[in-house]
């Protein structure tokens, strides 16, 4: 992300007195209507909310202050990784942990590896083993200055493995107390399905959670080399499955790298068309990163969800941010969220919508990147359909290409098309 795109993005809290303000409003008047958001009957768990800490060693206040500050808001679970700056991030984390006086077993630690000196996820990196899993590991806890982390995750996954050799191996590491859970990040739902199954089979733990990219915004293609998403209407199959077999969902990059978190960022008529056309620039670089960003995100049906989106959060006296993170926990009880923050007010906004839900009309919307009823109604339907069909295949069943085939961005891009011309 570039200077100018990160000072857009560190101003999108929506400040006290305007939260304030909406939550009287719709205490008083109640939040009934359809197309709006809706008050929860009881708070969501703050561990569906996950600190992400990519940026710890860039944040404006130092990252301790940040961390101590997230603490005191309920903010109890950390998503780090061993490649997050060279192992920067843990070691800031660690010295926060060490030094704050928090209790360990207050906290939930989440953090990633098995991809060795890789930054990009380059498929052709080389093959991790069991013992590059154990180092990685070894490195993170006493970065982090603990025994143990809550959750392991496979940053990426590596086929030229076998899923059951990855189960293997990460519930050697629970046995030897180094970890208590496992799961994945950008795994497909073929090999989730082949290491659970395998697991089952032997008397294993399972992974218990997977970490796609999952936001209002549907990226185009990989945000990043060899990476998931289920954002995708289409994905809801998927989504089901990962209920059925109680495998939890962490979601990334829920504000699309501040696209759903800045109503005016990145704008149609900014973006440069050699973004979308011109020669790869060289990996890593600031401008490769841009590319991917906006080659992802920056669609014609994403800035439609964006213009619902931003109606729906200046009707509700909410923000951007607010709604877009309100409609990636809409997908499921077993949904939560990765966000970033580098500053209260980022802190105090996320742990708002705690207590706010999207009612369906306005989920429906902002699927269909579109408020006209027709459209609305026929996505509503396909979902619905699919989520049936998931049921009715069981549990630990693949929904085959054919349940959703029909229902995808082309799908709602004919008859979305029209409308927004």
Not at 155 to 164: F, K, T, V
Not at 227 to 252: D, F, Q, R
Not at 382 to 402: D, F, G, N, R, Y
Request: proline share 4%; net charge negative; hydrophobic share 40%.
């Amino acid at each position: 992300m570039t200077h100018s795109s990160r000072d857009h993005a560190a101003h999108w809290g929506l400040s006290c007195a305007s939260f304030l303000l909406f939550t009287a409003v719709s205490v008083l008047v109640g939040t009934t209507s359809a197309f709006g958001v809706v008050k929860r009957d009881t708070p969501l768990l703050m561990e569906k909310l996950v600190l992400g800490t990519v940026a710890l060693p860039n944040v404006p206040g130092g990252s301790f202050q940040l961390l101590s500050d997230a603490y005191e808001r309920g903010f109890c679970r950390f998503d780090l990784a061993r490649s997050y700056g060279g192992g920067k991030c843990e070691e800031l984390f660690g010295q926060w942990l060490d030094k704050s006086g928090v209790n360990r077993e207050d906290l939930l630690l989440i953090t990633k590896g098995g991809m060795g000196n890789d930054k990009y996820g380059d498929p052709n990196r080389p093959m991790c083993s069991k013992e590059s899993i154990q180092s990685e590991l070894s490195a993170s806890l006493e970065a982090l200055k603990t025994d143990y982390v809550d959750m392991y995750m496979l940053h990426r996954d590596d086929p030229r493995i076998s899923a059951g050799q990855f189960v293997e191996w990460m519930n050697e590491l629970r046995e030897d107390g180094l970890i208590r859970a496992w799961g994945v990040s950008n795994w497909n739902l073929k090999r989730l399905e082949q290491a659970h199954d395998y697991a089952i089979s032997r008397g294993l733990m399972p992974p218990s959670a997977t970490s796609p990219q999952l936001s209002l915004a549907v990226p185009s293609d990989e945000v990043w080399p060899t990476t998931h998403s289920l954002s995708c209407p289409s994905k809801v199959g998927e989504i089901e499955w990962y209920k059925a077999n109680g495998v939890e969902i962490m979601g990334w990059e829920a504000l699309a790298k501040g696209f759903m978190a800045v109503p005016t960022l990145w704008r149609e008529h900014e973006v440069n068309l050699s973004t979308f056309h011109g020669p790869d620039a060289e990996i890593g670089s600031e401008t490769w990163r841009m590319q991917r960003i906006q080659r992802a995100y920056c669609t014609q049906l994403n800035y439609a969800r964006r213009r619902i989106a931003t109606q729906l959060a200046k009707e509700s006296g909410m923000s951007l941010a607010q709604v877009a993170l309100l409609y990636s926990l809409a997908k499921g009880e077993h949904v939560s969220v990765l966000v970033g923050a580098d500053r209260c007010s980022h802190l105090d906004e996320m742990a708002a919508i705690r207590d706010w839900s999207l009612d369906d009309e306005a989920f429906n919307c902002l699927t269909a990147a579109t408020k006209k009823s027709s459209v609305v109604s026929r996505v509503a339907a396909e979902i619905q359909e699919a989520k049936e069909a998931t049921v009715s295949l069981q549990k630990k069943v693949l929904v085959t290409p054919s349940t959703t085939q029909s229902f995808n961005e082309t799908m709602i891009s004919s008859v979305v098309e029209p409308v927004l011309a």
